[in-house]
C-alpha cells in the first residue's frame, strides 16, 4: 500500500504519532511563569523572520511550554527543513510544546495575515533583520536603505498587533554598516519610542544559532560581534 505523505518525508503515520507525543508531552508540564531574559511564558510573544526557528525554541524550552509563541518565517515549511540542518527539531520543540509555527510570513505585512489579524501581543521580537544581500555589498547606499525600508515597514505594520502596553524588541548590530540603519527614526514615525537598549549575547538563548538567512551559505552562521536589542514601546 501506498505511504500518504505529510509535508516533506514524513508519512502521515508519523504526523499522527508525532501529534499524540506532543499531546502527552504538553500534559506533563507545569503551569507556572517561567523567564528567559527580557521574556517570559506568561507574555504573548510574537517573533518574526525566525529562520531556523532556534530563538523561538530556546524560549519553549525555558518556558517548557510554548502555547503563547507564535513563530513566524517568511520561507516556506519546504525551505526551511531543506536549508536548515536543525530546523525539523526546533520546529518539533515549537508544536510538542503547543507553540504555533507559521511560513511565509512577510515581516512588513504582519497586520495583513489570516491566522495573526485579530492577536495581540506583549512582545514582538525581530532578530538581525536584513533586507538580503544586494549588490554593491552591505556598505552601499542601496543597502542602507533598503533595511531601513524594511524595519520602516515593520513598526508600522507590528504597531497593528501590539498591546498598549507591549514592546517591540529589535536586535541588531551596533558597528558600520548598521549603525546606519535608523532605528529610533523609523520607529517615532509610528508613535513608538526607545525605553531601553541592552546588550546581545547568544549565549543567553541556549541552542540559538544566528544563520546568514540568504545566499549561498545560507545556513552558515557569522560572527555577530556587538549587538544590542533595541525595546521599543508606545506609552
Known sequence: MEKLVYGGNVTFYEELLRLEEASVLFQRQPMV?????HYSSSQSILLVGEGNFSFSSALATAFECAQNI??????????????????????????????????EVDATRLHQIGKLRASQ???????????GFIGG??????????????????FKSATEMLRLCGEIHVTNKVGPPYK?????????KYGLYLKESVSFQKTDYPGYMNKRGSGRKINRTFRLGECKTYMFSMV
Open 33 to 37: 511563569e517561567r523567564r528567559l531574559m
Open 70 to 103: 507564535v513563530a513566524t518565517t517568511l520561507d516556506s515549511k519546504e525551505k526551511v527543513l531543506r536549508v536548515y540542518d536543525t530546523a525539523r527539531s526546533s520546529i518539533w520543540n515549537l508544536e510538542s510544546r503547543r507553540g504555533l509555527v507559521l511560513y
Open 121 to 131: 501581543f506583549d512582545r514582538i521580537v525581530f532578530n538581525l533583520p536584513h533586507a
Open 137 to 154: 555589498g552591505e556598505c552601499s547606499k542601496e543597502a542602507i536603505k533598503k533595511n531601513n525600508e524594511l524595519v520602516s515597514m515593520f
Open 180 to 188: 546606519k540603519w535608523t532605528l529610533e527614526g523609523e520607529a517615532e
